[in-house]
């Protein structure tokens, strides 16, 4: 399975964009990045995924480069209530498993 | 919201004794997920189940079963619970392996 390697901590200023990394340069052709979200102790929220195209919907934006080994989560104006631990998951289509790894700690400032 | 709860959402017990946590869903999912999470160590997958009676184990399953006799229910089961399983355990659901998956709001098992 493929793996991916995030920074582990993040800051970012109120009102500005927050661009998180994840590296997947391990990727295979068939395997979707996901990107989820938690919240203190919540539950992890579903944010975005994408397969080699550029997506994005009212949460966010999601950026992979070309060679699709590298992508970007783009949060365009963070907020207070955007702090959370943020996950990138390599996912292979048509497998049963959904496996975590430790993520990036966002703080937003004000 | 998913419908998706878990239950309880807190327990204590003592080492050596059975516990039993809960997942139930409406959304007639077909995959079932149990995680726990311990600090540092994000979610890690115990058990998942890809059907009624379909289950397979995860990353960190020793000293956990799971059961799953109908779509709604996912149960995770401690035959003899340790203090090295004090976490918070959290389930998942997805429709299909290429949809976004929904959690519950967990349970936070000490044990004593």
């Known amino acids: 399975d493929a793996k991916t390697t995030q920074p582990p901590s993040m800051d970012c200023a109120e009102g500005r964009a927050a661009n998180l990394p994840c590296n997947h340069s391990?990727?295979?052709?068939?395997?979707?990045v996901y990107w989820y979200r938690q919240i203190h102790s919540q539950g992890p929220q579903y944010i975005i995924h994408?397969?080699?195209n550029n997506e994005t919907n009212e949460m966010a934006s999601l950026i992979i480069t070309e060679d699709r080994k590298s992508s970007t989560l783009i949060l365009p104006h963070a907020t207070l209530r955007d702090t959370a631990v943020y996950y990138c998951i390599v996912r292979p289509r048509n497998t049963d498993k959904l496996i975590f790894g430790t993520g990036t700690r966002l703080q937003v400032f004000p | 919201d998913a419908g998706i709860t878990q239950s309880p959402r807190h327990k204590v017990t003592e080492t050596g004794t059975p516990v039993t946590l809960r997942c139930h869903q409406t959304e007639n999912h077909r995959y079932m997920y149990w995680y726990r999470q311990d600090p540092g160590h994000g979610l890690r997958l115990i058990h998942y189940?890809?059907?009624?009676?379909?289950?397979d184990k995860g990353e960190v399953s020793d000293g956990y079963s799971v059961s799953r006799s109908k779509t709604e229910d996912f149960l995770l089961t401690l035959e003899s619970a340790t203090s090295s399983q004090t976490s918070v355990y959290f389930c998942a659901i997805t429709e299909t392996v290429n949809t976004e998956a929904f959690f519950g709001q967990g349970t936070r098992l000490t044990v004593v």
């Open positions: 189940s890809y059907g009624v009676k379909d289950t």
């Open positions: 994408g397969l080699k």
């Open positions: 391990t990727i295979s052709g068939n395997e979707y």
